[in-house]
């Protein structure tokens, strides 16, 4: 048992990959896997499946998160920015640049860190339940501080996600070409007779993408979004039992969707379904808490989608590290998928 928790949550697989695992199921990514994933590239095509950092744009789809915003670098008492270095020494002929910037690490195309959604949860059997994350760390320390004092997790950050690589075969699921834009709550059952028409198989160490159209509308309304775009486009249904026993025994390693949470957001309010007491986002207490599965939102997944339809094919090569941030409960990405 590990000297962290005495308990750990039905259904979980803490200590699977060890006591002091902090990548999950990044860790069935094996140098083995990422070999049967090169055979996947068949043409050495390349997608890019990230927005601009900009976009979504505004901040209709979540009110707490804002654009980035660029700032000055000084230089010399100057502002750092297509500045003639000849200004600082007559000597020099250079023109350089250099920009700070305030981002919001999960506004555009991101990962979610374990440290983004925890539990309280008795992981010491001790009768009180504890602010917990995956594998039972507590993302600070004891005196309540984070890495940057109150900010910053000192465990299950990000980071831990970016040693690896994140390098292997992706399979995509096109929830759109079955769905269109309507707002539906995809279920497994729905979600198997996807895979069976397309003939998807889901394989251990393997990284869905889900394709719901809503990265194109994102693309389309060029940051000009309104309300209704809140509710387009498919989610997954995390209060289907069946879907998170699929995602479990399946042994997907990771989950990256084009819309907002991969399942209904929190943004939209609370769900009717919600229990008295219980997580608010069930799909993501499963995955980031339970079982270590990285969750990746608002992915440009349309064009790809596109070609592997085209050409009979759902399978190809993803590469998507996070920024080796310490102390980052997400990460904007761009993810590369080559065909």
């Not at 083995?32 to 090169?38: F, H, I, Q, T």
């Not at 927005?51 to 010399?76: A, S």
């Not at 699929?246 to 399942?263: F, Q, T, Y």
């Amino acid at each position: 048992m590990s000297k962290r928790w005495k308990n750990r949550p039905e259904g979980s697989n803490w200590g699977e990959f060890g006591d002091d695992d902090q990548r999950g199921r990044m860790n069935l990514l094996t140098a083995e896997r990422r070999l049967a994933a090169l055979k996947e590239v068949k043409t050495g095509q390349v997608f890019c499946l990230s927005h601009p950092l900009d976009r979504p744009g505004g901040n209709v789809l979540n009110p707490n998160r804002y654009p980035p915003v660029f700032h000055p670098v000084n230089r010399n008492g100057r502002a750092y920015f297509n500045l003639a270095m000849g200004e600082i020494d007559p000597r020099f002929t250079d023109v350089g640049s250099d920009e700070a910037i305030m981002l919001y690490s999960q506004y555009s195309t991101h990962w979610d860190g374990f440290a983004h959604k925890g539990s309280q949860f008795d992981a010491d059997a001790d009768g009180v339940a504890e602010k917990v994350s995956y594998n039972g760390f507590r993302i600070v320390d004891s005196a309540g501080r984070g890495l940057y004092g109150e900010l910053g997790a000192v465990a299950v950050s990000v980071a831990e996600m970016a040693v690896g690589g994140v390098q292997g075969r992706a399979v995509m699921i096109d929830l759109r070409h079955h769905f269109g834009d309507e707002r539906v709550d995809v279920t497994f059952e729905m979600l198997e007779r996807v895979m069976k028409a397309d003939a998807v198989t889901v394989e251990k160490g393997d990284i869905v993408c889900v394709h719901t159209g809503l990265g194109q509308l994102i693309r389309e309304a060029e940051g000009r979004l309104d309300s209704s775009i809140k509710t387009k486009c498919a989610v997954l249904d995390g209060y289907d039992k069946r879907l998170l026993e699929w995602i479990a025994d399946s042994g997907l390693a990771a989950i990256a969707a084009d819309n907002l949470a991969v399942e209904r957001s929190s943004t939209l309010g609370v769900d009717p379904r919600a229990p008295h007491r219980g997580p608010q986002l069930p799909l993501h207490e499963h995955c980031l808490f339970k079982l270590g599965i990285h969750l990746g939102e608002l992915w440009y997944l349309t064009e790809l989608a596109a070609w592997l339809r085209a050409n009979r094919r759902s399978r190809f090569l993803l590469t998507a590290p996070p920024l080796r941030m310490p102390g980052a409960a997400g990460s904007p990405v761009t993810p590369v998928a080559t065909v």
